[in-house]
């Protein structure tokens, strides 16, 4: 049993933080995939294609690494756990681009919420759907089951 007595069971809270961890990895995956897109990707192959592959190899990076994680946890989880940890990714995920993006880059809101008009071919979306969903869809890969 997870729940006793209002408290959480220590498993689920080293389950947690170690996505936690895992999640501040995928910042640094992020910030190195930010330096290739602006150092290679968009010098070469223009801002919205660079973009655009850039968005597709970070997506393809939280997939790799939530992949190996649940392959290689031993503590228990459910696909509750997952979705759960798929939304934790999501707000940090959010709160840091806005955070980092206002408070130390200094762009403007203007700025930031140009990733999100995929009319101009900006699919940054798909790496929040895929940090929101990518737990569960890798839990599901690696249980070979629909968790």
Same mark, same amino acid.
């Given at each position: ?5 209002g408290e959480?069971?220590?498993m689920?809270?080293?389950f947690?933080l170690y996505? /936690?961890?895992?999640? $501040?990895l995928?910042v *640094? +995956?992020?910030?190195?995939n930010?330096?290739?897109r602006? %150092? =290679? @990707? ?10 655009a592959l850039s ?5 393809a990076a939280?997939?790799l690494?939530?992949h190996l ?11 509750s756990d /997952?979705?759960?940890v $798929?939304a934790m990714? *999501? +707000?940090?995920?959010?709160?840091f681009?806005?955070?980092f %993006? =206002? @408070?130390?880059?200094g762009?403007s809101?203007?700025f930031?919420l140009e ?5 101009k071919g900006r699919?940054?979306?798909v790496v929040?759907?895929?940090?929101a ?12 089951r629909w968790?």
């Amino acid at each position: 049993m997870y729940f006793s007595h209002g408290e959480v069971h220590p498993m689920k809270q080293m389950f947690a933080l170690y996505s /936690l961890g895992l999640w $501040g990895l995928l910042v *640094l +995956v992020a910030i190195m995939n930010g330096a290739l897109r602006e %150092g =290679l @990707l968009t010098p070469n192959l223009g801002d919205t294609l660079g973009r655009a592959l850039s968005a597709i190899i970070l997506s393809a990076a939280i997939l790799l690494m939530a992949h190996l994680f649940l392959w290689r946890t031993s503590i228990e989880y459910t696909g509750s756990d /997952l979705w759960m940890v $798929g939304a934790m990714w *999501l +707000v940090l995920t959010v709160v840091f681009e806005f955070g980092f %993006g =206002l @408070l130390v880059m200094g762009h403007s809101w203007e700025f930031l919420l140009e990733d999100y008009n995929i009319l101009k071919g900006r699919i940054w979306a798909v790496v929040l759907i895929v940090s929101a969903v990518g737990p569960y869809l890798m839990g599901s890969v690696v249980n070979n089951r629909w968790l």
